[in-house]
């Protein structure tokens, strides 16, 4: 009936040498239909190791899911990258050309939508749509994709018996495992999740973020979770990017981001979530609003909301510093060296102090 | 109050800068304007009556005179100039188009707004009504109804009976249309939050269900303007109209029974078809347009969409877009 | 946080609570004259509320909660049970006895008790529009609940134009104003004109909040008031709540699933399981020392930011069942994870653990029988 599970930090990944997907000063720009121009995305940063899981947090607007977007390259069509690259095992996925990347979509990197309902065909069953996604990447005929798609349910824990039914006859949850399933067809090596368990209930909102869990030790993956929900990330994540107004906020292991946030962003966020654990305990909020993309400010784009900020921060936009050497982080980073050594703890704040990064 | 006169001119002002940019809306716009226009000024635009007869230089009569002859649109076969009657016949089509609209809106969105609002055996009546009156064909329904109430010799107007005979059958798209918008807006979060405030059917009706569905109205009548036109000028075509107050149709049916093909005269039942076809497509361009820009979206959740900018606050409102 | 008066009646009370909704039969189940089945979305919920006090009714989605909302403003009508506020019964329940729900029977002193309870029935002395004007009730979405044609100032005075308040035009403005800079719009004029999409999603919930003070109400009915809101904002509303029972007394229904927000700010937690209350009690005792299987499953699966945190996670198996099929005896017991021999077959009422802290589990002090 029940499953007891520990969840603790040394789930973290293997040291690898080399990340598998590595995003370098990715910008995207959305052009209205009027021509006004809103900077989505500015020099966004980060690496996903095989078998990490990385955290994209952020609230409404602060361009996470336009990440993700970019990344798989499904912005719509008003949607442009202006500049960057984006590294899969090497290859820079912005210089394919669009049939080449189809050969990348579903079958290196696939993604996990938030509303299963909306994702899911209504007039085909579950199986014809998990058997779609694997026919049309031509790997295997179709008895050898029908064996697949049972064994894809199994893993997840759909039933077989209830393959052949319609996405309105499933539940939340059940939908969710179907979409998790359709990602992992033609095995992935990275899967992006957005926003999957926040139109969920708490219980299968658990069962679901055990499944991804279980599904990506037993197969390796390498997982980006969207997400605007911190507790979620503290949950299953080994890494995370706090993003703000199109621009990395911050970054690094979850342990250190959420226990010695640099950023006066991250701070308040993680102030405005309630702990069970301390109830009565004050919430912060955040006064003021995101910054408007197509009139962003010179300066720092969390300045105006900043309880911290000081004069350079209005007229200079902060570039990432590392914030590893300056911190006490020494006794954690020691136990885990041979884990966590390449990734670094850095922040975009005029108030850190450590060696700029470069990427 | 002063207040809400800004507030209506901003959302008139905001509506004008979508509405400028799109071509077919602003092209049916302009034939509709200009063939109102064309009714509101027919004195100022022609020096004749339409039952002045043009005579030539020796006092004879000009039947069939083509427009090189007398311009600009020439004479029909009892010598009255084509041109006028065209001008004074787009008051009789526009005026009996528009009513006619104007009526069929009126019982459509009512009885849709009715249906919709309360569904039960309202509902049940009301669309099962619908369904008889959409089985008929239209135009003989509507053919055998005009001929019949003229039979009838009521004294009245053949031009009204059109009109009434046209608004009350062409309500049925009207009332489905509104009817399917109301059930919409019936299950959304603001209506349910009247009803725990305490509202009453009226005013949920009218300060909640109305604003809502009066766009889909407004592009709707336009719509039905067009239909009522076209009806009626097929009506008059075949003679249901008023020979002493000549629409368009009225025009190409007495180019038919006098000759006007066998005599070559063009420029007799061209003018009104083509009249007829430039304000039936305006209407349509225009209500087509209109229906895309008005018809309620659903708002978008904000956690979906990213794409969509966060609302500004309040203080920002002297920086628009 | 201010303690509820201990020695008022409490400002609502809510007693064996029910409502089923029907489900539509096809054509050869009403020929077999089976009989029909029912959604029973509240089951038999009884609970009270002191003046100023803030009540959380917590439960995942199919556990009633909301449909408990919208019976209590009258969104719904009961199937059957009694609201009470103020101590007098709230209703129409000629209604119901009309439709076959209720039966009543006569007593020789002249009085009418219902058959199958054989309690007095007391004709009720509040109708639902009454209750309205002292029971307001704050919905969820700040996107949908408030009409998008209609300007911020509409929309606050909607209550006051329904109830026949305020006709006069300083008079209207003026509550209204006293209503915004309440909720925290000011300077309030600036908004009168303003239409809901021209607000942010914190604004609009202000707003909605204002709406729903401006009849200076004693009851606030708030359905997941800020579960739509970014989380910066949350604590923003929160807060404007919390001093709005402070500053009015205002006794407060909150309904959510999210367990966070309620250890912040309510006195009592009610947990919520397919139609029943399974666990109610004060906040500490509910949150720290829970007694009921699946509030402690509940409690341990819940996200907490906090990375280095170990525990012991019970996830249970499956989803909520539908409420048409309601698990014989102790509804929780196919998915409970200590059920034994005597669940399946009996119901268990709301057994005491401390003062005030109660759960329904037959584990609980022997667990006593519905």
């Known amino acids: 009936m029940t499953v007891d599970v520990h969840w603790s930090v040394t789930d973290t990944p293997k040291n690898h040498a080399a990340p598998l997907l590595s995003v370098r000063h990715l910008s995207t720009d959305f052009v209205s239909a009027e021509g006004k121009v809103a900077h989505a995305l500015e020099d966004v940063s980060f690496d996903v190791r095989p078998g990490e899981t990385l955290g994209l947090v952020g609230e409404s607007g602060c361009g996470k899911t336009t990440t993700m977007m970019s990344l798989m390259r499904l912005l719509p069509a008003a949607g442009r990258i202006t500049s960057g690259q984006v590294l899969f095992d090497g290859k820079d996925l912005l210089a394919l050309s669009e049939n080449q990347m189809r050969g990348y979509r579903w079958k290196e990197m696939a993604m996990v939508f938030q509303s299963a309902m909306n994702a899911l065909n209504p007039v085909y069953t579950v199986a014809e749509q998990i058997r779609e996604a694997i026919l049309l990447h031509g790997v295997m005929d179709r008895s050898a994709a029908d064996k697949r798609v049972e064994e894809l349910l199994d893993r997840v824990g759909i039933a077989k018996t209830r393959k052949n039914q ?194 | 109050m002063s207040e809400r006169w800004t507030l209506l001119k901003r959302n008139l002002l905001d509506f004008w800068k979508v509405f400028g940019r799109n071509r077919p809306g602003m092209l049916g716009a302009f034939l509709l304007a200009s063939s109102l226009f064309l009714a509101i000024f027919a004195p100022w635009l022609t020096p004749h009556k339409p039952t002045d007869t043009m005579r030539d230089a020796n006092g004879k009569a000009m039947t069939f005179a083509s427009p090189a002859e007398h311009g600009p649109l020439g004479t029909d076969d009892a010598g009255r100039d084509v041109w006028t009657g065209l001008v004074y016949g787009s008051r009789i089509s526009l005026m009996v188009g528009f009513v006619a609209g104007l009526l069929s809106m009126v019982i459509g969105s009512l009885l849709g707004i009715l249906a919709g609002y309360f569904g039960g055996w309202v509902d049940n009546l009301l669309m099962r009504a619908t369904d008889v009156l959409l089985v008929i064909p239209d135009i003989p329904l509507t053919l055998i109804l005009v001929a019949s109430v003229r039979q009838l010799n009521l004294g009245v107007s053949p031009l009204v009976i059109l009109i009434l005979v046209i608004g009350l059958l062409y309500w049925t798209s009207t009332a489905r249309l509104i009817r399917s918008q109301v059930l919409t807006i019936k299950e959304r979060q603001f209506v349910a939050r009247a009803r725990a405030i305490g509202a009453g059917h009226a005013h949920i009706i009218l300060k909640h269900i109305i604003p809502q569905v009066m766009p889909l109205i407004v592009a709707n009548t336009v719509l039905i303007v067009s239909t009522a036109i076209l009806v009626e000028s097929g009506l008059a075509f075949l003679g249901l109209g008023d020979p002493t107050q000549p629409s368009w149709g009225t025009m190409i049916n007495f180019a038919f029974d006098r000759n006007a093909i066998t005599n070559g005269a063009w420029w007799f039942y061209l003018p009104p078809g083509l009249a007829i076809v430039w304000v039936s497509l305006g209407c349509v361009l225009l209500g087509n347009v209109l229906e895309e820009m008005l018809n309620p979206r659903l708002a978008s959740h904000h956690l979906e969409d990213e794409s969509h900018m966060v609302a500004r606050p309040a203080t920002e409102s002297a920086v628009k877009g | 946080m201010t303690a509820p008066s201990a020695n008022a009646p409490p400002i609502l009370e809510v007693r064996r609570l029910k409502k089923y909704f029907p489900v539509q039969q096809t054509m050869g189940e009403m020929l077999l004259r089976r009989p029909p089945n029912y959604v029973k979305a509240i089951d038999g919920v009884t609970f009270s509320l002191a003046q100023g006090e803030v009540l959380a009714l917590v439960g995942e989605s199919g556990c009633g909660k909301t449909t408990i909302a919208k019976t209590l403003i009258g ?114 004029e600036d908004y009168f004109l303003r239409y809901p999409h021209e607000l942010s999603g914190g604004q609009r ?47 407060l229904v909150f309904i959510t699933h999210d367990l966070g927000t309620v250890a912040y700010f309510a006195d009592r937690i009610a947990v919520m399981y397919l139609g029943r209350i399974v666990e ?34 019970v996830i249970l198996q499956g989803e909520t069942p539908n409420p048409v099929n309601v698990p014989s005896g102790c509804r929780f017991h196919p998915r409970c994870p200590v059920a034994f021999d005597r669940c399946p077959q009996v119901d268990p009422a709301l057994a005491t653990i401390t003062a005030g802290h109660e759960a329904a589990c037959l584990l609980i002090n022997g667990g006593r029988a519905l």
């Open chain 3, 205 to 251: 919930q202000r707003a909605v909040i204002a709406s729903a003070m401006v009849l200076q109400p004693e009851l606030l009915i708030a359905d997941e008031p800020v579960s739509m809101l970014d989380v910066s904002v949350r604590a923003e509303i929160l807060n404007l709540l919390r001093d709005l029972r402070r500053s009015r007394g205002i006794s």
């Open chain 1, 166 to 359: 319609y996405p309105h006859q499933y539940s939340g949850g059940m939908r969710q495992r179907a979409m998790i399933a359709m990602a992992l067809a033609c095995q992935p090596r990275l899967l992006f999740a957005d926003e999957p368990t926040t139109a969920l209930d708490v219980m299968v909102q658990a069962q679901v973020l055990e499944l991804l869990k279980t599904i990506q030790r037993e197969l390796g993956l390498a997982v980006v979770l969207v997400t605007h929900d911190l507790g979620v990330v503290a949950e299953i994540c080994d890494s995370v990017v706090v993003m703000y107004g199109g621009k990395v906020a911050e970054y690094g292991p979850i342990d250190l981001v959420y226990n010695h946030p640099q950023h006066p962003y991250t701070q308040r966020l993680l102030e405005a979530f309630p702990d069970l654990n301390k109830p009565g305990d004050v919430l912060a909020s955040i006064p003021g609003y995101p910054p408007r993309l197509n009139a962003l400010p010179p300066g720092c784009r969390f300045e105006p909301r900043c309880h911290r900020k000081i004069e350079i921060c209005a007229s200079v936009s902060p570039k990432l510093i590392d914030v590893s050497q300056a911190q006490e982080e020494g006794t954690l980073r020691g136990k885990k060296e041979g884990e966590l050594s390449s990734l670094r703890h850095v922040a975009a704040c005029h108030l850190c102090q450590g060696p700029e990064v470069t990427y």
């Open chain 3, 75 to 188: 969104l719904e009508e009961q199937t059957e049970g009694e609201i009470l506020f103020q101590g007098q019964l709230v209703g129409a329940p000629e209604r119901r006895v009309r439709a076959g729900l209720v039966q009543l029977e006569p007593t020789s002193a002249g009085g009418v008790t219902e058959a199958r309870t054989r309690e007095p029935v007391a004709f009720p002395k509040v109708s639902m529009k009454r209750l309205r004007q002292h029971a307001q009730m704050v919905f969820q979405d700040p996107y949908e609940s408030l009409n998008p044609r209609a300007t911020i100032f509409d929309i606050v005075a909607e209550p006051l134009e329904v109830h026949g308040m305020a006709r006069k035009r300083p008079e209207r403005m003026a509550r209204v104003k006293t209503a915004l800079e309440e909720a925290g719009l000011r300077p309030a």
């Open chain 3, 280 to 313: 109610i009690g004060p906040t500490r005792n509910v949150l720290q020392n829970p007694q009921h299987p699946y509030t402690k499953a509940l409690l341990s699966v819940i996200p907490v930011p906090n990375p280095r945190l170990r525990r012991q996670r």
